[in-house]
């Protein structure tokens, strides 16, 4: 998703490549006004920084070919945003409680589809990136114990594939039985022990409030964990991670032994 951001309307405009990118332009935005002000500072992993990209300027102020937004941040509170978005061509406007959900309309509107829910859940993931270009993320969304593979390619894809996972239900075998604690083969095990060819991350969600998720993010490159407060804190400390370029470290996965199977599903 490419477009431009036009701070109240007004020229010049800041481009951006994807909606990470578009994320972090705003948030300097904000702290650069202090308003609306962040209650909650964002966390981060030990000695790494955010990422900064560079700002590109648009002289032309000009609607979306594909859809064109008015987002008024209103809030920052519990490390996410409050607000109202407005969707211009479809006249549409609906009130958002976090950065997820904001996210979740805008790809409602992409793609047409309605919100589903359903009845099975699961709480941890892992998430394995495979590139980073410029702040466009590819890689997989994965929970072994359920079988459950999915790519994803940007933000927005990223946590589609979560919401599939984490609030959509458990998928189910033709018996209608989950397929939680199923007994994994080795080849799902193998992919999911090599994790992603940049990174590699554990998600636990431990809350879902404020229309957002907390939980623990795991980096299994680095063996560092962190808490997490909200969607926006999340995909933050693996831009930042992604970007820092930081040095493994040598520690013992935990995921990696045959020994080691089933006292990890016990605690996802």
């Known amino acids: 998703m490419k477009g431009v951001i036009y701070h109240a309307g007004k020229t010049p405009g800041i481009r951006y490549d994807n909606f990470l990118e578009m994320v972090i332009q705003m948030n300097r935005i904000f702290d650069s006004m202090s308003c609306p002000k962040q209650t909650m500072e964002l966390r981060r992993f030990?000695?790494?920084?955010?990422?900064?990209?560079?700002?590109r300027e648009c002289n032309r102020y000009?609607?979306?070919?594909?859809?064109?937004?008015?987002?008024?941040?209103?809030?920052?509170?519990?490390?996410?945003?409050?607000?109202?978005?407005?969707?211009l061509e479809g006249e549409q406007t609906e009130s958002?409680?976090?950065?997820?959900?904001?996210?979740?309309?805008?790809?409602?509107i992409f793609t047409g589809q309605s919100e589903e829910r359903g009845t099975r859940v699961t709480k941890i993931c892992q998430i394995a990136i495979n590139s980073c270009e410029k702040g466009l993320v590819t890689?997989?969304?994965?929970?072994a114990f359920i079988n459950h593979?999915?790519?994803?390619?940007?933000?927005?894809?990223?946590?589609?594939?979560?919401?599939?996972?984490?609030?959509?239900?458990?998928?189910?075998?033709?018996?209608?039985?989950?397929?939680?604690?199923?007994?994994?083969?080795?080849?799902t095990w193998d992919s999911y022990r090599l994790g992603?060819?940049?990174?590699?991350?554990?998600?636990?969600?431990?809350?879902?409030?404020?229309?957002?998720?907390?939980?623990?993010?795991?980096?299994?490159?680095?063996?560092?964990?962190q808490a997490f407060r909200s969607f926006l804190e999340m995909i933050m400390l693996i831009a930042s991670a992604l970007e820092g370029g930081k040095e493994e470290s040598k520690f013992e996965d935990r995921f990696t032994t045959t020994n080691n199977r089933e006292k990890a599903r016990m605690e996802g």
């Not at 030990?46 to 700002?55: A, K």
């Not at 008015?70 to 920052?76: A, E, G, H, S, T």
């Not at 593979?149 to 075998?173: H, P, Q, S, W, Y």
């Open 46 to 55: 030990t000695g790494i920084e955010y990422p900064e990209p560079v700002i």
């Open 96 to 108: 958002f409680e976090s950065l997820l959900q904001m996210l979740q309309m805008i790809d409602r």
């Open 62 to 87: 000009q609607n979306g070919r594909l859809a064109t937004f008015q987002i008024y941040v209103k809030f920052r509170y519990n490390a996410s945003w409050q607000g109202d978005i407005t969707w």
């Open 196 to 225: 992603g060819k940049k990174a590699t991350f554990l998600i636990k969600i431990l809350f879902r409030e404020h229309s957002t998720w907390q939980g623990v993010i795991y980096w299994r490159e680095t063996g560092e964990k």
């Open 149 to 187: 593979l999915e790519r994803f390619k940007g933000t927005i894809g990223l946590a589609d594939a979560m919401v599939r996972l984490f609030e959509e239900g458990v998928e189910e075998n033709d018996s209608g039985k989950s397929l939680e604690g199923k007994i994994i083969s080795e080849e």
């Open 139 to 143: 890689g997989r969304v994965q929970n």
